[in-house]
């Protein structure tokens, strides 16, 4: 069942999408996130699975008071099937995730808006992102200001990816060049297309924070973290990434790694000892 926004920008410059399954919890307040964003160029589309639960009348009310709001919903092969759903679905020039459970920070579209009008090329476009507890407490601050390739490539340990679609926003047109969501991944599949993403558009690093990801209990992420098949699938992804990189580029990984697993290892676990220490002292 596909319902189109009742009166949508004639050129949204942001489509917004939240798929979602199940989801009633959090979804009035998602929408009203985006609506409190105040933003007039911007569509929303909410790609539902087939909930069983109250998701769909709580969106299928809401969009007949807002007029930039439509929804699909239907069965599908997952998430990753429900993020391309959405990129089918979108006719704005960027593209931005908001899962259910996450939130913007006020104001950040008509930002990320008037970024995108100075630029001259689109480009990856990242902020930083409060990653949240189950108290809603922000447990740290997710700045991922290398968004070069090689730097990437590395892994978690040595350089922070973009951890939340609500903290980066990029040219829809990019899935041309790079392609769409892999189906197969299900837990991954952001970190999966970052990875493509950043070798086939310029990136742009804002120092401001733009979004919040609650990491909590229930949630699919904090499942797979338990699981004990997260980190090992983590270091299959980068490296699936590092054989598909030219020559020139995995020389220069390999070159980098050495270096940072003997100066940059080291040294990290050293200050988060000492602020360890000082916490415990203070």
């Known amino acids: 069942m596909y319902q189109a926004a009742s009166a949508p920008p004639a050129a949204p410059v942001l489509s917004i999408i939240t798929p979602v399954f199940n989801g009633a919890r959090f ?7 985006v609506a409190g964003q105040d933003c007039s160029v911007v569509e929303h589309i909410v790609v539902d699975g087939g909930s069983r639960d109250e998701t769909m009348r709580i969106v299928a009310e809401n969009a007949a008071r807002l007029p930039y709001l439509s929804y699909l919903s239907e069965a599908d092969r997952g998430q990753s099937d429900a993020m391309n759903k959405g990129i089918g679905l979108a006719r704005g020039a960027y593209v931005s995730f908001l899962n259910v459970d996450d939130f913007y920070e006020p104001g950040v579209l008509n930002r990320v808006v008037g970024i995108i009008a100075g630029l001259q090329r689109p480009h990856f476009i990242a902020g930083n992102c409060n990653v949240r507890n189950d108290a809603d407490e922000i447990v740290y601050v997710n700045r991922p200001a ?7 490539a590395l892994g978690q340990d040595y350089f922070e990816f973009p951890c939340n679609p609500s903290a980066y926003f990029y040219p829809r047109a990019l899935h041309d060049a790079v392609g769409l969501y892999d189906l197969n991944h299900h837990y991954m599949m952001d970190l999966e297309f970052i990875l493509r993403a950043v070798r086939g558009a ?12 609650r990491n909590i209990e229930g949630t699919k992420t904090v499942a797979h973290s338990r699981s004990g098949v997260a980190r090992r699938n983590n270091r299959l992804l980068y490296l699936a990434n590092f054989r598909t990189l030219p020559f020139r580029t ?6 980098r790694f050495a270096y940072y697993k003997v100066a940059y ?9 000492r602020a360890e220490m000082q916490k415990k002292s203070g």
């Open 202 to 213: 310029p990136t742009l690093y804002v120092n401001e924070t733009w979004g919040n990801f």
């Open 250 to 255: 995995q020389l220069i990984v390999a070159a």
């Open 27 to 33: 979804m009035q307040s998602c929408l009203d996130n």
């Open 265 to 273: 290892r080291p040294a990290r676990a050293w200050r988060q000892w």
């Open 146 to 152: 290398r968004l070069e390739v090689e730097r990437l």
